[in-house]
């Protein structure tokens, strides 16, 4: 079985006019619309001055799993992949970061923390990390939550170096409070740190050590400048935004940087759970595509939403409402990736187990 989703392009372009981006695509002309599709298809419109095309595009994963990593030890909290499509897995309960070569034999190897699994604060440990990303020199940032810190271990490196944070929790500038998920800006090498027990993102650029506050910030709370209980983070470059999940919110939203406020993507601004197409039930994890379509771990309702420009979730993975451990299943999932040919990997922590969701 398969979910299939169809994106429709067509383009106007001026004649002279040069490229530019927006938040919702690249254009060449000096104007974008972009109307939104039902749960299953969105459409983009670009026009030219002379003629109009039209491109059919087909989203289409298999909506049975296969089992990439499993361990009956471990729960999968977190997951990257890196340009070659090597599997990066945060592994809470050993406080390590394992790397898959998918499909290699003998094809795990530790990249940070102790092989052994034993927790602590040192620059060779790591306690309970909870998310991890990968540079293009296969440098490997981990978020060592229990330690309020990022760390930096480079390839090959047998000890990490502190690059955000320090081993206390704390709201001071320098300080992370029970840091939940990151992302990194590839091109400059900032991170955006989800510090979810301050309710707030911290933007650390690149060799500083001191943060700053660029979403949150005002207490754990629904309000527009608020975050409540933020997760997942993602920086979108086409719109210099963040697009965060929060879970006790229950919602998506986007913060533009050097804004005060976020606007709403998708759940409800009230903070209500729910499992219809528009609902979340504590969002963790989520990644964007290069489209900008949205896709998030949606913990309690035990399936993975996709938004493509619109508020209406189309479930890609999971059954609704339904926790398991069939091929078809997920138990808590939370945090998701894609890889170079959009194929979906899912954290399924409740069966400790990376399910990769194939698309054709």
């Known amino acids: 079985m398969s979910q299939t989703i169809i994106l429709a392009t067509s383009q106007t372009t001026s004649a002279v006019a040069a490229p530019s981006t927006s938040a919702?695509?690249?254009?060449?002309?000096?104007?974008?619309s972009t109307s939104t599709s039902t749960t299953s298809t969105s459409t983009l419109t670009t026009s030219t001055s002379t003629s109009t095309a039209t491109t059919i595009l087909s989203y289409v994963w298999n909506s049975t799993g296969n089992t990439v990593v499993s361990d009956s030890c471990c729960s999968a909290n977190a997951l990257a992949i890196d340009s070659s499509n090597a599997l990066y897995v945060v592994q809470s309960a050993k406080n390590r970061v394992q790397k898959y070569i998918i499909g290699a034999t003998n094809n795990s190897t530790t990249v940070a923390g102790n092989g052994s699994g034993v927790a602590g604060s040192s620059s060779s440990l790591l306690n309970s990390p909870s998310d991890v990303a990968v540079d293009s020199n296969g440098n490997v940032y981990v978020l060592d939550q229990a330690n309020n810190r990022v760390q930096l271990w480079y390839n090959g490196a047998s000890y990490g170096v502190t690059v955000a944070g320090t081993n206390s929790s704390g709201t001071a500038a320098n300080q992370l409070n029970c840091p939940y998920f990151m992302a990194r800006d590839p091109t400059t090498g900032t991170l955006y740190i989800s510090d979810s027990g301050n309710g707030r993102v911290m933007q650390y650029l690149y060799n500083a050590s001191i943060g700053t506050v660029v979403a949150g910030g005002y207490g754990i709370a629904n309000g527009p400048t608020q975050l409540d209980y933020n997760s997942g983070v993602y920086f979108d470059s086409s719109s210099n935004s963040l697009?965060?999940?929060?879970?006790?919110?229950?919602?998506?939203?986007?913060?533009?940087?050097?804004?005060?406020?976020?606007?709403?993507?998708?759940?409800?601004?009230?903070?209500?759970?729910?499992?219809?197409?528009?609902?979340?039930?504590n969002p963790m994890g989520l990644t964007l595509d290069p489209s900008g379509n949205i896709y998030v771990a949606d913990r309690n309702n035990h399936r993975i939403q996709l938004f493509s420009n619109t508020s209406n979730?189309?479930?890609?993975?999971?059954?609704?409402?339904?926790?398991?451990?069939?091929?078809?299943?997920?138990?808590?999932?939370?945090?998701?990736?894609?890889?170079?040919?959009?194929?979906?990997?899912?954290?399924?922590t409740?069966?400790?187990?990376?399910?990769m969701f194939s698309r054709s």
């Open 24 to 32: 919702t695509g690249t254009t060449a002309s000096t104007s974008t």
């Open 243 to 281: 697009v965060i999940a929060t879970y006790l919110g229950n919602n998506i939203v986007r913060w533009k940087l050097g804004y005060s406020n976020w606007t709403l993507i998708t759940g409800n601004v009230n903070g209500t759970s729910g499992s219809s197409s528009t609902m979340l039930y």
């Open 313 to 348: 979730g189309t479930t890609i993975a999971g059954i609704t409402g339904s926790p398991g451990s069939s091929a078809t299943q997920l138990n808590s999932p939370s945090a998701v990736a894609l890889d170079s040919q959009l194929n979906l990997y899912v954290a399924d």
């Open 350 to 355: 409740g069966n400790n187990r990376i399910q």
